[in-house]
């Protein structure tokens, strides 16, 4: 399953999307992730969520993206959900279509039983009609 907060650059996304970090792993029944392109929040993060740096990964593709996301599930047999900050910049996808991408996480996700809770710097009308029906927050 994925939901999104969705929202123009500076309308603080990353601060819905650490607050139900927060929230949610209080009563999760399995392992949270967060993924960010820096260390910057992780003194705003519980504790009990694992923050994980993509940049420092080498991911440059989409495809490499996906196959991190795989990596991480692989590896963590009870995770429940992970959180992406800046999901365009995270899966490499400035400036180019995201349907497809959305389409193979939410398989993804479905597959492996993983909730993904992306923020996308994107207003609603401009979002892919896939990605539209999984919006939680619009700002």
């Known amino acids: 399953m994925i939901q999104i907060i969705a929202g ?3 309308k603080g996304k990353t ?9 949610d792993v209080k ?5 949270i992730v967060y993924l960010d392109k820096s260390d910057k929040h992780m003194y705003e993060l ?7 740096n993509v940049p420092q990964y080498n991911v440059d593709t989409t495809d490499g993206f996906l196959g991190f996301i795989s990596g991480i599930i692989s590896q963590d047999h009870d995770l429940d959900t992970m959180f992406l900050d800046s999901f365009i910049k995270l899966a490499n996808l400035e400036g180019q279509d ?3 991408t959305i389409d193979k ?7 492996f039983n993983v ?15 896939n990605a539209k029906s999984k919006i939680l927050i619009s700002l």
Do not use: C, W, Y
């Open 115 to 129: 909730t993904f809770v992306l923020s996308i710097s994107m207003d609603e009308e401009f979002l892919p009609d």
């Open 15 to 23: 601060k819905h999307l650490i607050d139900k970090a927060n929230t």
């Open 27 to 31: 009563q999760a029944k399995g392992n």
């Open 8 to 10: 123009k650059k500076g």
């Open 98 to 100: 995201i349907s497809d």
């Open 46 to 52: 519980s504790n009990k969520i694992r923050l994980i």
């Open 105 to 111: 996480l939410d398989a993804i996700g479905s597959k």
